[in-house]
Every structure is written in structure tokens, then in C-alpha cells.
């Protein structure tokens, strides 16, 4: 997969608190900014409100796909929909992983968002960049955040 | 955030999968390769050096005109097509939203494990 988004962060916390953190809904609420409904269960829907401000009217649904403990916590979902009037259920969800890691600070946490429906690859966005058109650089600063995994 | 601006990206939100779907083909970027510069062409000038026929060129560039990459223009007799960058630029716009998206959040999350 070719088409995502990765984030890397070092946390000064055990990977059994980040675990927690990410896991239990109500402290995955907290820093996310959603009211969910229930407790994280893989193959089950999670649903829940938003509560970011200015969102607040955005609902989330996501499908929780693996639970390894302090290991890898992942989702479907479709990001960033947040008007009523479009319904994205008819759009390739995008997959989210957390991959945590030991380190000797803490943990490293690896975000990754794949899934963009057929977003050109690096090799396709090749293609453009042989041209001299003012927007080569556009396709260049898509292509950053569509790191590259061989 | 206003309810404008709330309106106007969901709005760009909603054109970006016919984007994503029209590119996800060989053909068409190769067809957008050759358009980007700037000069529009005609699907003669587009076949040449394909192995497609002109029909299967001609098919391609209804795809990527209905996703408003490329515009049909006439001039006099002859129908070119030109290239409108502003959908490749939404699909920028849009990821590099949800990449600032995630940096917010994670901000939040370090924030409430070290806190």
C-alpha cells in the first residue's frame, strides 16, 4: 500500500499506559474528542458524538478491526466526514493502525492512515513530475504525505 | 470555525473520489502527464505514440473531463483538451487536512499520557 499517511511520536509513557490511552473509550475520548457509546471490541461497530469544537454536530462510526495487546490497535473509519448531507458509507473506508513500541524513553507510537481511494503511488506520480507544469510542486507535496512503504 | 468554511471544505470533501478514482489508472495519467504542461491537445495528438486506439483514448478523456481534470475546448473545428489542476489540488488540500488532523490529535494524546 502506497496510498497513506504515517506519524511517528515518542511518548515518555509506558507502552501499558499509551495502550490505555488508546484503548479504554473513555481516555481514547479524552484526547480524541469524541463521546463514545461503548467499549472498543474488535468486529464491532463503535459509535459515539464528536466533541471537538466547531464538530460537534459530526457523528463517529468506526469498525474496530485488531486488538493486540500494547501492540497494534486499528480501525476502519471514513475520515474527516463531517457533512450530514454526504453519505460517505458509499466511499472505501480508510484503515487507521496504532503500532506501539518499547523504547528506552518510553513508547514510539506509529499512526498510519491507508486506504485513499486510489491515490497515485509514488512510481505513478513519477509520470507528472517528468513535466515542467507549475504543479509539479503540488505532486511533490502530495507525495510527502504519502510516504512511500516498498 | 464558522459554518462557512465548515460548508466549503465538506464541499470540496464530496468532489474528491471521482479524483482519486480517475487517476487510478494508467492510461489517464499518462494522458494527464502530457496535458499538465499547459498546452491543450487535440485526442489525435493524444493518440500518437499510444498503442490505444483513438475510442479507447477518447473514453479515458471523458472519464478524467467528468471528473473536471481535463476541459474540452473547441477551437474552430477542432476539440482540444486542457488540463485543470485545481482537483489535484483539492485531493492536496484534503490530505494535507487529515494530516493536521492526526497532529492535533496526537499533540492531545502526548500531552495526556505525560501529563
Known sequence: ?150 | MSRKSRNSRAATRQAHAPVFAALGDETRLLLVAKLCSGQPRSISQLTEGSRLTRQAITKHLRVLERAEIVHCVHRGRESLFEFDPEPIEGIKTYLDRVSEQWDEALARLKSFVEG
Open chain 1, 1 to 150: 500500500m502506497n496510498d497513506r499517511i504515517e506519524k511517528r511520536i515518542e511518548l515518555k509513557a509506558p507502552v501499558s499506559r499509551v495502550w490505555r490511552a488508546l484503548t479504554d473509550h473513555l481516555e481514547f475520548g479524552e484526547w480524541f474528542r469524541v463521546k463514545l457509546d461503548g467499549p472498543f471490541v474488535p468486529g464491532q461497530i463503535s459509535r459515539g458524538q464528536i466533541t471537538h469544537p466547531g464538530y460537534e454536530h459530526v457523528k463517529w462510526e468506526a469498525v474496530v478491526q485488531k486488538m493486540e495487546p500494547e501492540r497494534l490497535f486499528s480501525f476502519t473509519w471514513h475520515p474527516y466526514s463531517v457533512d450530514p448531507k454526504i453519505d460517505y458509507s458509499k466511499e472505501t473506508p480508510t484503515l487507521v493502525e496504532f503500532r506501539l513500541e518499547k523504547t528506552a524513553t518510553g513508547t514510539l507510537l506509529v499512526v498510519t492512515e491507508s486506504g485513499f481511494d486510489k491515490i497515485p503511488s509514488g512510481r505513478r506520480l513519477e509520470a507528472f513530475r517528468r513535466n515542467d507544469g507549475g504543479w509539479t510542486q503540488q505532486m511533490k507535496n502530495i507525495e510527502s504525505h504519502v510516504a512511500e512503504k516498498p
